[in-house]
């Protein structure tokens, strides 16, 4: 399994968040495994930490992206090893970083014991900015939060919306790929990722997700495993994902 090269550090998306984006590459296809940036006035806020095969990628990365400026907090969606890999070596390279973990009991999940809490359905301050934390419609973990940014309006969505992508499309965010992501990729990647899926009802989660939406003000969908999606082009990813959905569910019977 190899890992993708970058030649700058960050790509802007919106009002200061930048997606540091890294991935495996996987023979013809590849997948994300990103973290993001984001620029709270003087201070730097990091979602997600990345796996520690991208270990030093990322922390000379946000080293070149942050000055001397470093980074003030960390919030995790999860734990796992892709999102929370490398927490101690951000937590070595600054200091003072505000941890927010979506788990009551960090220790066990090799978090510091100061680790702060976030709640699903509140919303919390961190470094003067403000972020709800949704139970997310899309997950492999139970302890897993989506976070949304309402300074930017960027939703960060782990694990859902993601999407395994060609060489030569790791840089590229959803309005840079002319056909949009490919319903192929979609759905290899919810497949193998979000298994339980094969049993949801594709009208149902789409509600959902239109529900949430219609409630928050989304510029971006800010995936871990897959390209960035601008608002202008997710109602053709939602598609997409439902078509993924339903294919899925064609695929497997449940018995009576």
Not at 52 to 65: D, G, P, Q, V
Not at 114 to 125: F, T
Request: one cysteine or more.
């Amino acid at each position: 399994m190899k890992t993708a090269q970058y030649s700058k550090p960050t790509i802007e998306l919106t009002n200061g968040v930048e997606w540091v984006n890294e991935c495996y590459s996987m023979g013809e296809k590849h997948i994300h495994v990103s973290v993001y940036l984001i620029r709270a006035g003087d201070k730097n806020i990091v979602v997600d930490s990345g796996s520690f095969y991208h270990r030093e990628s990322i922390r000379a990365r946000l080293k070149e992206a942050t000055g001397t400026q470093g980074v003030g907090a960390l919030i995790l969606s999860h734990a796992d090893y892709d999102h929370g890999g490398n927490v101690a070596p951000i937590l070595d390279e600054w200091e003072d970083v505000e941890i927010i973990a979506s788990s009551g009991l960090p220790a066990i999940l090799g978090l510091p014991p100061n680790a702060k809490q976030s709640v699903i359905g509140e919303s919390m301050e961190v470094l003067g900015r403000r972020f709800s934390f949704i139970d997310p419609p899309l997950a492999d973990r139970s302890h897993t939060a989506w976070i949304y940014d309402h300074g930017a309006g960027v939703l960060f969505t782990s694990d859902g919306f993601g999407n395994h992508h060609s060489d030569g499309m790791c840089d590229l965010i959803s309005s840079d790929i002319p056909e949009g992501i490919a319903s192929d990729d979609i759905y290899d990647f919810h497949r193998e990722t979000l298994v339980f899926l094969r049993y949801f009802n594709p009208a149902k989660l789409r509600t959902t997700l239109e529900s949430l939406f219609d409630t928050y003000h989304i510029t971006y969908i800010a995936p871990v495993h897959g390209n960035p999606i601008a608002r202008e082009n997710l109602d053709a990813y939602l598609d997409r994902l439902n078509q993924s959905v339903t294919r899925m569910s064609e695929e497997y019977t449940v018995p009576n």
